[in-house]
């Protein structure tokens, strides 16, 4: 029997919904192949929680755990923290240096996907519509009028390293402009200002299984917010949430979920991805790329393997198993 790591927290406005896909995954491995822990990653402390409430910290010199007068050694990882450090690479990175294999894509992969600014580039380059926009550090002078007379309002100002949409306004009027771009340097030291794109939000999810690429039926988002922001998407009822959607021709879903196939390949990923677009009238637009899109029961990953007629634990299964070969 292997060793799961469930790695879940992180230093993020993510961390209760990490918690969750964690819990989620704990429930759904398989107990005859895995015996599972879910280990916390917190700035501070790494640690295992006991059924008693008692934390276990990990040694970090190797990665292991002492439970009383054992050492647990752990075969793989199962990376369920959403934004820093699981998803932007860092974490992934130390794994790397231990050897010890994890369920995600590698640091590579998950520094540029969770870094929009470079994402959208490398995307671009490989000749997938992006929406306009401007990058700026922080300290940097924005020339508020030259980005308002190029874009047009609204606009999105958004971190350029950050999930679940934590730090992201959509600017109607110039008065609230520089409020936004505050908000946003809170959680990164650069962010991005972008066009609105007008058109509906497509979810595509992808996952390999022996080896080959199965996709997910397609999600559509429909938020009662003026976006999918954190509440819609955390919150019962602020969104609406259609799989598959209605009213997608078939050239149209064909033309996704290749787009995503090209992505997922090009972009060298591994495991469970969700990959967010704009549909328009006549054109599809990249809006960003999860790495490590959420397993919790609200979320999408979820609700699109049951769409598809597979058990959400055959999917986690699989992502383990991919891991030791």
Request: aromatic share 12%; hydrophobic share 40%.
């Amino acid at each position: 029997m292997k060793n799961i790591a469930i790695v879940c927290g992180g230093y993020s406005g993510e961390y209760q919904i990490s918690v969750q896909s964690a819990e989620m995954v704990k429930k759904n491995l398989d107990n005859n192949k895995y015996k599972t822990y879910i280990i916390f990653i917190e700035k501070y402390q790494w640690y295992f929680k006991n059924v008693d409430n008692i934390h276990h910290k990990i040694d970090k010199s190797d990665f292991s755990l002492k439970l009383d007068s054992d050492i647990i050694k752990f075969d793989g990882v199962f990376n369920a923290i959403h934004g820093t450090p699981g998803e932007d690479g860092k974490l992934l990175g130390y794994f790397d240096l231990l050897s010890i294999p994890y369920t995600c894509c590698n640091m590579d992969t998950s520094a540029l996907t969770f870094n929009k600014y470079l994402c959208n580039s490398f995307v671009r380059s490989i000749g997938i519509k992006v929406a306009q926009s401007f990058s700026f550090l922080e300290g940097e002078f924005i020339n508020k009028d030259l980005v308002l007379d190029s874009l047009g309002l609204p606009v999105f100002i958004k971190p350029v390293r950050s999930g679940s949409s934590v730090g992201i306004s959509k600017v109607t009027a110039v008065d609230d402009f520089d409020l936004a771009v505050t908000k946003a340097f809170k959680t990164d030291n650069r962010i991005l200002i972008e066009e609105t794109i007008i058109g509906r939000e497509i979810a595509c999810g992808l996952f390999l299984k022996n080896k080959e690429l199965n996709i997910f039926p397609l999600t559509e988002i429909i938020s009662k917010n003026d976006f999918f922001d954190y509440e819609a998407k955390y919150t019962a009822g602020l969104a609406e949430e259609i799989t598959p959607p209605h009213n997608l021709d078939i050239e149209q879903e064909t033309d996704i979920k290749a787009i995503s196939s090209l992505l997922y390949n090009k972009l060298d990923c591994k495991g469970v991805v969700r990959i967010d677009y704009i549909l328009t009238e006549s054109e599809l637009y990249f809006i960003e790329i999860n790495t490590i899109p959420g397993f919790s029961q609200a979320s999408i990953i979820p609700r699109q393997a049951k769409a598809m007629g597979i058990p959400i634990s055959a999917v986690f299964n699989t992502i383990v198993e991919n891991m030791f070969e």
